[in-house]
């Protein structure tokens, strides 16, 4: 059974700091893995999908990295903005399915 | 190309009432997912369909049942309800099941309070 795990489970930092949130899965058989960043009430936005093949995905100020083998992702995020505050939350498909396993996130507030 | 829409965005309902929560899935979408998120935790799978078929589910018990439709808008509905099924409530459409290679597009969610 896929576990998710975010390390920290909160975070602040100031404004223009850089940044790296962690996510660990305990199988690495996996064909991608995603992060979603969520506003207070709201739902998820997909900021990066990587696949099994790649080892990074970049879009802007975010960074996100992919080792199957240790079973871990970080989201790197450079210089930090106060409109960067939100749950970020990662995610693997369980088995081969289309379902996705969460972690809890990362509750990241960014202070001006 | 509009996106993932949910309806209604708050609800309130007693314990033993029934509830039933709508998606409607992106254009071109064929593969709908729904998801429970409690307060401070990261979203739980119920159910996918894949069209009009259930193509999985989790660890929720009968009382939560979907339905899609064959213009692929969705359903979810959950009898007797209980306090514990105060949650958000997500659902997310992809293009196709393709062993989880593509990205899911998350609605914004029916936050449903069971009093």
């Known amino acids: 059974k896929q576990e998710v795990t975010q390390i920290p489970a909160a975070l602040s930092v100031p404004e223009g700091e850089n940044l790296v949130l962690n996510c660990s899965f305990t199988d690495s058989a996996i064909y991608n893995l995603q992060w979603f960043r969520q506003d207070p009430g709201k739902g998820l936005t997909s900021l990066l999908l990587?696949?099994?093949?790649?080892r990074e995905q970049t879009s802007g100020r975010l960074n996100a990295s992919l080792d199957k083998s240790s079973g871990r992702s970080t989201l790197y995020i450079a210089a930090s903005q106060p409109g960067d505050s939100a749950t970020y939350l990662c995610?693997?498909?369980?088995?081969?399915?289309?379902?996705?396993?969460f972690g809890k996130g990362t509750k990241l507030t960014v202070n001006p | 190309e509009t996106g993932v829409t949910q309806s209604p965005t708050h609800l309130i309902k007693t314990r033993g009432q029934q509830v039933t929560l709508r998606c409607s899935s992106q254009s071109g979408h064929n593969t709908v997912s729904w998801y429970q998120q409690a307060l401070g935790q990261g979203p739980q799978f119920i159910f996918q369909y894949y069209r009009e078929e259930e193509n999985g589910r989790g660890n929720f018990p009968p009382r939560f049942s979907g339905l899609q439709f064959p213009n692929y808008s969705s359903e979810l509905n959950v009898n007797a309800l209980e306090l514990d099924d105060s949650a958000l409530y997500l659902c997310?459409?992809?293009?196709?099941?393709?062993?989880?290679?593509?990205?899911?597009?998350f609605g914004p969610g029916t936050r449903l309070t069971v009093l």
């Open positions: 997310a459409s992809s293009p196709m099941v393709l062993a989880g290679g593509d990205t899911q597009y």
């Open positions: 995610a693997v498909p369980q088995g081969g399915s289309e379902k996705l396993v």
């Open positions: 990587i696949q099994s093949s790649q």
